[in-house]
């Protein structure tokens, strides 16, 4: 039984709390509160505390990931532009076998596919490690696979595992 | 508009070119969400907003608030996280509720069929 | 001069994001199934809370704040909420 089970959540809660009201020494008692029974509430949903291993590789996922949003905001504009008129686009879904099972890994994954545009998180099966993705452009090659895993999943398994 | 010319003219035609940006990809999501043809390919169309859309009218009033001076400039951080937990949840949620109603009507989209397992 | 182009761009920005508003809208209203209404709304909440902001930066306040990040909680929560009735028929099990 400790004061903080979750010290990011109670930092980010106190800093929040200050924001919105003012940086007042009244006001960072109040947010500290607020944030420390945050952080009890926050533990009563996940028992684990969430490791990081590396954040050296979290940095680098960060930026790989900033990179990915740019090229593929460009790319899906580009497509809603000429939707119809030049090449035909063709949508669908692809099934991709997940090696990882953190829990914790698999929601940045999720978050990473779905904030890029052109791809979107529809299902995933825990049974058997199976992700069902929808892609907007399947043209450019099926390597789909290859890219989600080789991008993405061995740097969070690094990260989470 | 006294503050706006309080600006140096540098940092104020970066902040319209962030704002035009984000204004710019926002509509086109919008406008893809209206012509794209079926429903799983319109998933994809409002992320642009909340991507890059977003991100460039919040660096375009970052910029302009702590130039000012006026206050600190971690409000559109929050903002800005705040939009990108939220987003990848509601639209997962709704793939998924998507694709369990097209499943229960017995139209699967092709490419989905697999086991038949009721979604936890 | 700078500050008449940055005027004029933020203006011309309300337009535009009012402009995707109602495309946002206009799915919400056409469908043509419950999940493109919803979609539409989420999309319309995003819209909106981005003209917020933009209308703040225009008037040089810092009040805009608050009420984008009212509607961002409420946008995220109402559409959750939508999403989770269609695959379940019910919200709170």
């Known amino acids: 039984m400790t004061l903080l089970p979750h010290p990011i959540v ?34 009563r949903i996940t028992p684990r505390r969430i490791v990081v291993k590396r954040p050296g590789a979290m940095a680098r996922l960060f930026v790989r990931v900033a990179g990915d949003i740019v090229r593929s905001n460009y790319d899906v504009a580009r497509l809603i532009l000429s939707e119809g008129r030049h090449h035909r686009r063709k949508a669908g879904f692809v099934r991709i076998p ?7 890994g698999l929601a940045v994954l999720a978050v990473i596919v779905t904030a890029t545009p052109g791809t979107a998180w529809i299902e995933y099966e825990p ?12 043209i450019e090659g099926d390597d789909w696979v290859h890219t989600i895993k080789s991008r993405y999943e061995s740097l969070l398994m690094e990260i989470f595992e | 508009m006294s503050h706006l010319e309080q600006l140096p003219p540098v940092v104020a035609l970066l902040i319209a070119g962030f704002v035009a940006l984000g204004t710019i990809l926002t509509l086109l999501g919008t406008i893809g969400l209206v ?19 977003a991100a460039g009218i919040l660096i375009g009033s970052m910029l302009m608030f702590s130039t000012l001076g006026s206050r600190l400039v971690i409000h559109e951080v929050f903002l ?12 997962m949620v709704l793939g998924r509720a998507a694709l369990h109603r097209d499943r229960a009507e017995g139209r699967t989209p092709p490419g989905t069929e697999g086991p038949e397992q009721p979604l936890k | 001069m700078s500050a008449t182009i940055l005027s004029a761009v933020l203006t011309v920005s309300q337009i535009c994001l009012v402009a995707a508003l109602v495309l946002a809208v206009m799915r919400a209203l056409r469908g043509p199934r419950a999940q493109d209404r919803v979609l539409g709304l989420d999309t319309m909440y995003v819209c909106a809370m981005l003209l917020l902001v933009v209308t703040g930066m225009q008037h040089g306040t810092i009040y805009q704040f608050e009420g984008a990040l009212v509607m961002g909680v409420l946008g995220f929560v109402a559409t959750t909420a939508m999403a989770k009735f269609l695959m379940r028929g019910e919200v709170i099990e």
Do not use: C, K
């Open chain 1, 127 to 138: 049974r058997n490690g199976q992700l069902l993705l929808h892609v907007f452009d399947l």
């Open chain 2, 80 to 91: 800005g996280l705040l939009i990108m937990l939220t987003t990848p949840v509601t639209m």
């Open chain 1, 10 to 43: 109670t930092v980010v809660l106190t800093i929040l709390w200050m924001v919105l009201t003012g940086f007042t020494l009244g006001q960072l008692v109040l947010g500290l509160l607020a944030g420390i029974l945050g952080g009890f509430a926050y533990r």
């Open chain 1, 98 to 104: 997940l090696d990882m099972t953190n829990p914790s």
């Open chain 2, 35 to 53: 012509r794209l043809p079926s429903f799983y390919e319109r998933l994809h169309a409002p992320t642009l907003g909340t991507s890059w859309g």
